[in-house]
């Protein structure tokens, strides 16, 4: 039997019919052909699938279509400006040639702007660790750690700012 | 992943009805173990019945001398309550450890209790904190809950509604990760509490554990060199190609010792 | 362009695309009326097949096709291209079975194919896949090189003796059994170089389209070296190769992996022109681990010879290496292609190595970054290392005394290598200052006060990159003035569209915004032998430098005859003479050239130009890493506190991508030395870490800040004086550790460690040390 999923990805309304089984990621690769969100791994380890579901970080390869039903997803496509400046998190992992391949990239924008979110002012150690669930075989992680390290504090000098003014 | 029908519950009844009526139906909390599972397709349910819409089962409440966690309430949430943190550091500390961030927003304290991974962080903590596992049904006290490898007390279409935490004098949490996996290979929360003081341990066995030698031990003197020598028998620990039986109640014996060094720092 | 040119660390031009999430890898794409393949795997490490039983998966709902060798055999399409050209001990000439892309007789390794189903979509196949019914006759299995060596082993292939697949001699056997014979000093080790995997992030996969009108099959795959599997291609499917177009998207990280054409192309392939629809596979990353090829894999006997000044006189070294169940074109090279660099940057005259090859019951092997360079490396540097414990010499003055001087280039090894340059006492002072390696016994005593052990390491290894070989690219300027640029080279990630880019940018002055960069297409690839073993930098980069020369000169010409003067200056894209006040640019000559008016009589129409360079000797990057480890006595943990690397890969063309490039290296040695290993159970053959739950990945908590400084000697083997930077630092990351950590664990009577380091290994040797006598 199909299911009717409704809901909001990158900003616009979206709707498909799935199967039980058909994953988030599935349904936005697939169903959407928004193929930035990648999937590497069975296990729930390497984070090439995440996405904010209702603004924080998820695999999408653990979650099924149906489960994000009236959730609001953000994939990796969505995250530059409508102008299509690119997020400080993405300039930054340019700056700082935080990706080779680009397989794990979309995942680890994704996880490095969470971490930007729930850990401003985070040291490098952390930022280490926060990549617990995040598997990149090109660069060894030195560029993503620099480059989160700085669009963080990007981040959240900007929203300090906004909040000022 | 094989198919199945999903559903969603609206009510605790609801779920039960469902539960009940499915062939071989499966609750859906957090998800975090049990899609993996299906994904590599090493179950087959008829049916899952999410609970996602139960918004009662959410959330952090402190009541008396216990931190009561509602079953579908995700680690992230844990992790990050200021009452948890105020009640029991050492709780909310390895909620912020499990897994990684994605499965702490995720995962569910409900899923994980039921589930009883062997390697799962918070069964150390139900019997470290001497918890109760409250359920649609009745209440399970934790040091009767784990029977076996992802065998529990739950009978069939029970379904946990919240985790009942005492609060301790103090205790801590320390974890030996997996290599590979990043599960718990060794996971001891030492807990000490007026009646006495609990060694709880998650990773090392077919499911979590208390050293009662150790904890006597603490009773005694609450001090690292208290439970230094104490050896765990390893014959009934589990071991892989990463961290056979021996080694892992070898890191309990350090890990003990560790957690009463950070008490008593 | 100053901006972009050479020397500059330039952001690279391909990461907005990636970034945004527009990667185009071949799982992203789907072709109209697309169908979806599952490949049934050998549940068995080696079993005859009974009995093949597809009718309940063709009646399942959704399929479409199922294949099996039958199939395969009846198509007229051929076995997979198998790797030849060594001999036996005895002078015969190698084995060499039969590759099939479907086995129907007998399974040789768990995750051998067996059946293809094909259904409307990926999941009803792998349904319906569960559905095949295969009896098999399981057999006695074999997964270790050296047991498959003995007498009385399981033969993987009945007719191939010993299990031996070729072995493979080098250096001056008479003179190194001599100088050890005669020898002061012999240190004697045993080692073992584990099983890795490449674990790409972006599994394989591939499309086969065949267009039956047209009697064309087109493949979008994952690949390295897209002229050469189309040829590879062309001898698997007996086709000739104007009739196959092969394509690679982006590629998700190769490391050599994905180098060869594994049997699901042919599968793919096969299915689509049976069906007359395009169908796609892509591994799961649990099937991945079954299907992918691994890597390294030996065991290995070394000896090096001392004199009394310690200095080395001879090495001799005898390897016993896996080949996995089969071989493929270059997929046995890690074995014997690279052992120059077990000579190292040393004067040691005498050398002989001794390699068998054993196929055994386990995956195909492939190349694995550094293919033998990171094994042979391991084996000198550790080597050194135990000699200077032997002899109570501190480590970094033994390679010293040991090491080639930049007077004796070029020079001749004992081996094959033969170095035309290198200032390698330079090199490693350089690091020994990074590190402060004068003051590590203070940092080691106050290590020690906290209760842990610290210990440094040093390597200093070499290796051959890029070559000897080809490469080709090709500059077209359109009718606007902005170029396409073609390359025969196909990056899996290493950055080749920047660097080229910011060639043709510097040397024609057209912004890289305004130049497109192509790769991976066979209809669109004149010349190229494509991107492996370290060699774009020096080839493709010298490749697309001489197309731009010749971009050059012919616009001077047409410049020339423009500005009606006899020579015209030529600096950033702009040409000029001392005879006019006119000028002109390089893009205002572009698009003069597209009219026969604007240019000398007889000269063709267009700014166009291919080039191929050819590299008649490869080069030799070199570069000392040293490393501080500290360990839990306790836990056995291991936690790396210091990681400095001096490095010479000759003219640094973008020191950014530099960096990337020796990090991520070095992030793999290091999962090599203290994480990483393929397991198989030794009785059945089946493989003990199928899955990232057990295969266990270096995240980013593993590193700490890797120094880097490039202390370049360039070189005259290219156009540009690069040497190659792929490779290197995972071919010092594995001794370095190993002598770090075994530095950190000497005191207490350990001699040696084996690969992977687990915590719980180094736990228990430590606790062996503390019960052996003292």
């Known amino acids: 039997m199909l299911y009717d999923v409704k809901m909001t990805v990158n900003g616009a309304a979206v709707a498909g019919q799935v199967e039980a089984r058909t994953l988030l990621a599935q349904f936005i690769r697939e169903h959407l052909r928004l193929t930035g969100t990648h999937v590497g791994c069975d296990t729930t380890q390497c984070g090439c699938c995440v996405v904010h579901v209702d603004g924080v970080a998820v695999k999408s390869c653990t979650m099924l279509a149906v489960q994000a039903v009236g959730r609001s997803i953000t994939t990796i496509e969505g995250l530059a400006a409508a102008d299509g400046t690119l997020h400080p998190m993405q300039e930054a992992f340019r700056e700082h040639h935080g990706l080779q391949c680009g397989f794990c990239t979309p995942g680890m924008v994704m996880m490095a702007v969470d971490i930007a979110r729930r850990k401003p002012g985070a040291d490098e150690k952390t930022v280490r660790h926060e990549l617990e669930g995040n598997i990149c075989r090109c660069t060894g992680y030195q560029g993503i750690v620099e480059a989160i390290l700085d669009g963080s504090a990007k981040i959240n000098a900007a929203r300090i700012n906004s909040a000022e003014a | ?265 | 362009m100053g901006e972009f040119a050479l020397g500059q660390p330039v952001s690279r031009f391909e990461d907005p695309r990636l970034l945004r999430g527009g990667g185009r890898y071949v799982d992203d794409m789907v072709l109209p009326n697309m169908a979806y393949g599952h490949v049934v795997r050998s549940p068995h490490a080696h079993a005859r097949i009974l009995k093949i039983d597809v009718s309940r998966a063709r009646a399942a709902p959704g399929v479409v096709a199922v294949l099996t060798g039958e199939d395969w055999a009846k198509s007229g399409f051929g076995d997979l291209p198998t790797a030849g050209g060594k001999k036996r001990r005895d002078g015969g000439k190698m084995y060499r079975p039969k590759f099939p892309a479907l086995t129907s007789d007998k399974v040789r390794y768990v995750g051998d194919p067996v059946v293809f189903v094909v259904a409307d979509t990926a999941a009803r196949a792998q349904d319906a896949a569960e559905l095949v019914e295969i009896d098999y006759e399981p057999l006695p299995a074999v997964t270790d090189s050296i047991r498959a060596a003995e007498a009385g082993a399981p033969l993987v292939h009945e007719d191939c003796e010993n299990n031996i697949c070729f072995v493979h001699l080098e250096g001056d056997k008479a003179k190194t059994d001599a100088a050890i014979a005669a020898a002061r000093h012999v240190v004697r080790r045993k080692f073992r170089l584990s099983r890795v995997y490449a674990a790409t992030m972006e599994t394989r996969g591939s499309i086969g389209d065949y267009d039956r009108a047209a009697d064309r099959y087109t493949c979008y795959t994952t690949l390295q070296r897209a002229l050469n599997f189309r040829e590879e291609l062309s001898a698997t499917l007996h086709v000739p190769e104007s009739k196959l177009r092969v394509v690679a998207g982006d590629i998700g990280g190769s490391f050599g992996m994905k180098s060869g054409v594994f049997n699901e192309v042919g599968m793919v392939l096969l299915a689509s022109k049976t069906l007359s629809r395009p169908v796609k596979w892509t591994a799961s990353r649990s099937e991945a681990f079954l299907a992918d090829a691994h890597g390294r894999d030996n065991h290995t006997e070394a000896e090096l010879a001392l004199d009394e000044r310690g200095k080395f006189t001879a090495l001799r070294v005898r390897s016993v290496n896996n080949v996995g169940a089969y071989t493929q074109p270059g997929s046995d090279s890690g074995s014997y292609s690279n052992l120059g660099t077990l000579a190292g940057v040393y004067t040691t005259p005498a050398v002989h190595v001794d390699v068998t090859g054993c196929y055994t019951n386990t995956n195909i092997m492939r190349p694995f970054r550094g293919n033998g360079r990171p094994e042979a490396a391991f084996v000198i540097e550790r080597l050194v290392d135990i000699a200077a414990d032997e002899l109570g010499v501190d480590p970094a003055e033994l390679r010293r005394r040991n090491m080639i001087s930049p007077d004796a280039m070029p020079f001749q090894t004992g081996l094959s290598f033969n170095y035309d340059c290198g200032e390698f006492e330079k090199v490693l002072d350089g690091a020994l200052e990074m590190v402060d390696y004068k003051g590590f016994e203070a940092r080691r005593a106050a290590a020690r006060e906290r209760g842990k052990l610290r210990g440094i390491g040093i390597s200093y290894t070499i290796e051959k990159a890029a070559g000897p070989g080809f490469e080709g690219a090709e500059v077209r300027f359109d009718r606007t003035g902005s170029i396409t640029l073609v390359a025969g080279s196909v990056t899996q990630g290493q950055g080749h569209e920047t660097v080229f880019k910011q060639i043709v940018s510097d040397r024609l002055g057209i912004h890289p915004d305004e130049i497109h960069y192509l790769q991976g297409d066979t209809d669109q690839v004149f010349l190229g032998e494509g991107t492996g073993g370290s060699r774009t930098s020096a080839l493709g980069g010298s490749a697309v430098f001489s197309a731009t020369e010749k971009v050059v000169a012919k616009a001077r010409r047409i410049a020339a005859h423009m500005l009606q003067v006899e020579e015209v200056d030529y600096a950033e894209g702009v040409f000029t003479s001392p005879k006019t006040n006119r000028s002109l640019t390089m893009r205002e000559v572009a698009r003069s050239a597209m009219s026969p008016k604007n240019l000398p009589q007889g000269m063709e129409i267009g700014l166009n130009a291919n080039a191929v360079f050819h590299a008649s000797r490869q080069n030799y990057p070199n570069g000392c890493h040293i490393i501080e480890v500290e360990i839990d006595p306790e836990t056995g943990v291991t936690s790396i506190e210091r990681y400095v690397v001096t490095d010479d890969v000759g003219v640094v063309m973008n020191p950014k991508l530099l960096k990337g490039q020796i990090v991520g290296g070095i992030a793999q040695g290091v999962g090599q030395m203290v994480m990483e290993e393929i397991r198989f159970d030794d009785q059945s053959g089946q493989i003990l870490t199928g899955s990232f739950m057990d295969y266990a990945m270096p995240h980013a908590e593993l590193f700490p800040h890797i120094d880097i400084k490039a202390m370049p000697t360039p070189t005259k083997t290219n156009l540009l004086g690069v040497k190659g930077a792929g490779e290197a630092g995972c071919v010092g990351a594995l001794p370095a550790m190993a002598n770090a950590m075994v530095d950190a664990l000497s005191h207490l009577g350990v001699k040696d460690i084996v690969m992977p380091a687990t915590p719980e290994r180094v736990w228990r040797m430590i606790e062996e040390a503390k019960r052996a006598p003292a």
């Open chain 2, 1 to 265: 992943m094989h198919n199945f029908d999903y559903h969603r519950a609206a009510s605790l009844a609801d779920a039960a009805a469902k539960l009940k009526g499915a062939e071989d139906g499966k609750l859906l909390a957090g998800g975090m173990t049990l899609l993996p599972t299906l994904k590599n397709r090493l179950a087959q349910p008829s049916d899952l019945i999410d609970l996602a819409d139960l918004g009662d089962m959410r959330g952090v409440s402190i009541e008396g001398d216990e931190v009561v966690i509602r079953a579908m309430t995700p680690h992230f949430a844990v992790a990050t309550s200021l009452e948890v943190a105020a009640a029991i550091p050492a709780l909310a500390a390895l909620a912020g450890n499990i897994g990684d961030p994605a499965v702490r927003h995720r995962g569910t304290i409900g899923g994980s209790v039921a589930n009883s991974d062997p390697a799962a962080d918070y069964p150390a903590a139900v019997l470290g904190l001497d918890a109760t596992v409250v359920t649609n049904e009745r209440s399970i006290r934790g040091d009767d809950y784990f029977l076996g490898l992802f065998e529990t007390a739950l009978r069939p279409g029970e379904i946990i509604t919240s985790v009942r935490f005492k609060k301790p004098k103090r205790a801590h949490y320390l974890k030996f990760r997996h290599p590979a996996s990043g599960y718990a290979v060794v996971g001891v929360m030492v807990a000490q509490f007026a009646a006495g003081t609990r060694v709880a341990v998650t990773g090392a066995g077919p499911c979590a554990f208390r050293v009662k030698a150790m904890e006597e031990a603490l009773d005694r003197s609450f001090t690292p060199a208290a439970v230094a020598d104490i050896a765990v028998p390893h014959a009934d620990l589990m071991g892989d190609i990463h961290c056979s039986a021996e080694y892992r109640a070898h890191l309990v014996k350090v890990y003990a010792r560790r957690a009463v060094e950070a008490l008593t720092a």
